[in-house]
C-alpha cells in the first residue's frame, strides 16, 4: 500500500469522518499534554525502531521527523488533533481529544 497516498483520505475512511472538516496543522504550532505524548510515544517507538532519551518531547519531535512521516490535522467539529504517521512498511491513526493539545500561546489564528 502507497504510505504516502491522499492522507486525508485515507483518515476519513479509518476513523469515518468527513474528510473536509479535518484542517492541516503543523505539529510545531501545538503544544500537547504529557499523556498524548506518551501515548504517541508507545504508538511510534516500535514503527521507528528506535527508543527516546530523558527529553521526551524533542526526542519525539525527533523521530517523527527522521524515522517516520507525519500528517497532522485538527477536526472541526470536535477539536480532535489525528496524526497519520507511516514508514515504508505500516502506517498508524492517533487521535487526541481536544483536552490533550492546545496550540502555542505565540500562535495567533486569523
Known amino acids: 500500500m502507497d504510505m504516502i497516498m491522499d492522507a486525508k483520505q485515507q483518515i476519513s475512511d479509518w476513523i469515518q469522518i468527513d474528510k473536509n472538516s479535518l484542517n492541516d496543522i503543523s505539529l510545531e504550532d501545538v503544544e500537547m499534554s504529557a499523556y498524548a505524548l506518551e501515548n504517541i510515544e ?11 532519551d530523558e527529553d521526551t518531547t524533542e526526542d519525539l519531535k525527533t ?48
Open 63 to 110: 523521530v517523527l521527523e527522521t524515522y517516520l512521516a507525519c500528517k497532522s490535522y485538527w477536526v472541526e467539529h470536535t477539536r480532535e488533533l489525528v496524526l497519520f504517521i507511516w514508514n515504508t512498511s505500516q502506517a498508524k491513526t492517533i487521535v487526541i481529544p481536544e483536552e490533550g493539545w492546545m496550540l502555542r500561546d505565540d500562535i495567533t489564528i486569523h
Open 42 to 52: 508507545s504508538a511510534t517507538l516500535h514503527m521507528a525502531g528506535t527508543t527516546l
